[in-house]
């Protein structure tokens, strides 16, 4: 399959010892040489920043092209070992020159004119590197044409600089840009007329263009490896946020946009789960079993005691993990294609900058009261519709973020939209508050400022689009993270009926919403009854015929509501119990330890009645055994639970068990046909 370079994670500016010659014969390492200087060449010179620096490198380039060819059709196929020596040297300074040229077109702005100075120099170090290479390269020995010998000659001339080309303009530029970075530090508005020139001259003159400087700037922070550069990239986030906002207002939104995804919202490939957790893996590591797992598992797994690999049952030679780079990138790159925020060491050390970077926090501060302020005064349906999008999308970036919002009083603000009739307005202010949730202080506010609980339930049982149905049911889910605020909402009838609507109901994105939801309220006693009341068990076993996501999600409601809710659940997920057994053929990995462990809660609570109901299942026991060697190390628990009740029962040694139904307590004793090995 074929992917575009720029899925994959910008990588950061290559060291200068990172470059190697190729060894190759003499000839080849020409054509080498013809073929980087050839795409040097090629390369657009950079359009706002260093333009001259990288035409001087092109231009340079472009006459080398001439050298090479030139030797190319030279009868000589072997050079001079002092030739040899400078290709070889040269190949490494052009494949650098390229690799500067590339990150500086490809790269933040902002970014590189806060570094002109030092990627300035960087152009006259290898201006002066390849001058070093010309001088001493035996030119007579090469058998050149005149004009070729003439044109090595102009060439070595051109890299006779001095010193390093730093444009006055350019420089000037970049001071007033610090300057406004430190104002915004001591909490001083900066002039919008001054920010918008600077902007214009970095070619940022849209809210788009605003958008794909902010993704630079992240993918630059993740690159750092220096606090001091990352605490800088941070502030330079929080301005550009800023500027976006002021100089060219609130985006329109997009009229079919989605929040972003998350890890239920789609069926995550095997192989990038890990064997222990079945979650996606964040940083997976190779075991000297050859087998990969995410860090903290395994880690976790080896401080408990274990010397033996999980998945293969291997005694582990060392304890060594190494990290599976490969994989990784394929995983990230998998969460970019689905729009599933990836997160990684990278974006909590983001977190941890914002937090101490003043510039950061003070532009956030603006931003906010910027936004406040237009929402306060907002005329139309529109224009507060792109204000409340606005919010949205930063209440999605960062706990200071979060807070900041919160603290500039938006949230009753947000209350008054979400019974608008504008349905994308309603979905904007739903999920602002959603994202806003995942910062704890805020879920106090949202649980006591007047009128927000109710608007989000409101918006769960009768909003205008399933997609608002869908991220407050999200919402009701990020409260319930505390737990005196789930068994709060547990006794809410509404909550409960909307949430069973919605699953029963709604298209499956907003579904697995809605599950999520159930499964977290589940986890209290008091809730399970009004769930079975409201028929949870009926919706989940009618799920579990739908796809491999909404299944696993079901299966995990009906596990939760079996183990708490006594006789009535047991009695009730009787008629899952073909249901479940088809999930252990075919289900996912977790789908099918959820579906043992429930059935070991059936069959252990339900008597012989419900054992038998699982005997008579073809091939059940080939399942089961199935599962014991190929499951994860609970699945294989609960199944080999499983086997051992079926055989107790097999064998008649469960007679006269009492089972519990619904409407009557009776004894059992059923015929009991013969088990396969």
């Known amino acids: 399959m074929a992917i575009s370079p720029q899925n994959f994670p910008r990588k950061r500016r290559p060291s ?99 570094q002109h100075e030092s990627v300035s120099i960087g152009f006259h170090e290898l201006t002066v590197d390849l001058s070093t290479l010309l001088d001493i390269i035996p030119v007579k020995g090469l058998d050149l044409v005149e004009d070729i010998e003439e044109l090595v000659l102009l060439i070595r001339k051109q890299c006779s600089e001095t010193a390093a080309y730093v444009d006055l303009t350019e420089d000037c530029l970049r001071r007033n840009f610090l300057k406004m970075l430190d104002e915004i530090k001591r909490e001083i508005v900066p002039d919008h007329g001054k920010l918008a020139e600077i902007f214009k001259k970095l070619g940022l003159q849209d809210s788009t263009s605003c958008s794909d400087e902010i993704k630079s700037l992240e993918e630059e922070f993740q690159n750092q490896t220096d606090d001091k550069a990352k605490s800088e990239i941070t502030a330079l986030i929080g301005l550009v946020r800023y500027a976006k906002c002021v100089l060219f207002g ?15 919202d789609t069926i995550i490939p095997a192989d990038f789960r890990c064997p222990i957790t079945i979650d996606l893996m964040r940083d997976p590591v190779v075991v000297a079993t050859g087998q990969t797992y995410d860090r903290k598992s395994i880690t976790r797994w080896i401080e408990s005691g274990h010397s033996t690999c999980p998945k293969t049952g291997q005694t582990l030679a060392h304890t060594n993990l190494i990290q ?53 005064d907002s005329e139309s349906v529109e224009a507060t519709n792109r204000v409340v999008h606005e919010l949205r999308v930063l209440a999605k970036t960062d706990s200071e973020s979060r807070a900041c919002i919160a603290e500039a009083g938006a949230i009753p603000l947000l209350v008054r939209f979400l019974g608008s009739d504008h349905p994308h307005l309603q979905v904007n202010a739903v999920t602002t508050l959603l994202n806003l949730s995942i910062l704890e202080a805020n879920k106090t506010r949202i649980m006591e400022i007047d009128g927000a609980l109710n608007g989000v339930i ?69 809730t399970v009854a009004r769930l079975i009341e409201g028929g949870v068990v009926e919706m989940v076993i009618e799920i579990m ?44 990995d977790r789908a099918r330890e959820s579906a043992a462990a429930t059935l070991v809660n059936i069959c252990r609570k339900g008597g012989t009645e419900t054992v038998a109901e699982l005997a008579a299942m073809p091939g059940i026991e080939r399942v089961i055994w199935e599962l014991m060697g190929t499951g994860t190390e609970r699945c294989r628990r609960k199944a080999a639970s499983l086997l051992r009740m079926l055989r107790r029962w097999a064998a008649g040694l469960d007679e006269n068990v009492t089972t519990t139904t619904a409407h009557s307590t009776v004894v059992t004793t059923p015929s009991r046909p013969l088990l396969l090995s």
């Open 16 to 114: 200068a010892g990172s470059f190697i010659s190729p060894t190759l014969s003499d000839r080849r390492l020409v054509q080498s040489l013809l073929l980087v200087s050839q795409e040097i060449s090629s390369l657009m010179p950079l359009q706002f920043l260093l333009k001259r620096n990288s035409v001087s490198i092109i231009r340079k380039s472009n006459l080398l092209a001439f050298l090479f060819e030139e030797l190319l059709r030279n009868p000589v196929s072997c050079f001079a070992p002092t030739a040899v020596l400078c290709f070889e040297e040269m190949y490494i300074v052009l494949q650098r020159m390229k690799a500067l040229i590339e990150d500086c077109s490809n790269g933040s702005r902002t970014w590189l004119l806060t």
């Open 324 to 376: 599976n780079r490969a994989l990784r990138n394929l995983i990230i790159l998998w969460c970019r294609e689905q729009e599933i925020p990836f997160q990684t060491t990278e974006v909590n050390d983001k977190v941890k900058a914002s937090a101490q970077n003043k510039t950061f926090f003070g532009a956030t501060k603006m931003t906010v009261s910027f936004l406040i302020n237009k929402l306060t």
């Open 545 to 588: 015929a739908g796809s491999p996501g909404e299944a696993e999600e079901a299966v995990a409601v009906l596990e939760v509501v079996v183990r708490r809710g006594g006789s009535v659940a047991i009695a009730a997920a009787y008629h899952a119990i073909k249901k479940l057994s088809v999930v252990l053929r075919s289900g996912s």
């Open 250 to 264: 609130a985006s329109t939104p997009k009229s079919h946009g989605r929040r972003q995804k998350s890890m239920t």
């Open 458 to 526: 409101e918006v769960l049982r009768s909003g205008a689009t399933w997609e608002a149905k869908g991220n407050a049911a999200a919402t009701i889910f990020s409260l319930a993270g505390v737990q005196s605020y789930r068994k709060r909402l547990g006794k809410k009838t509404r909550v409960v009926k909307g949430l069973l609507d919605l699953a029963k109901a709604g298209p499956p994105s907003s579904r697995r919403d809605a599950l999520v939801a159930i499964l977290s309220l589940a986890s209290e006693r008091d």
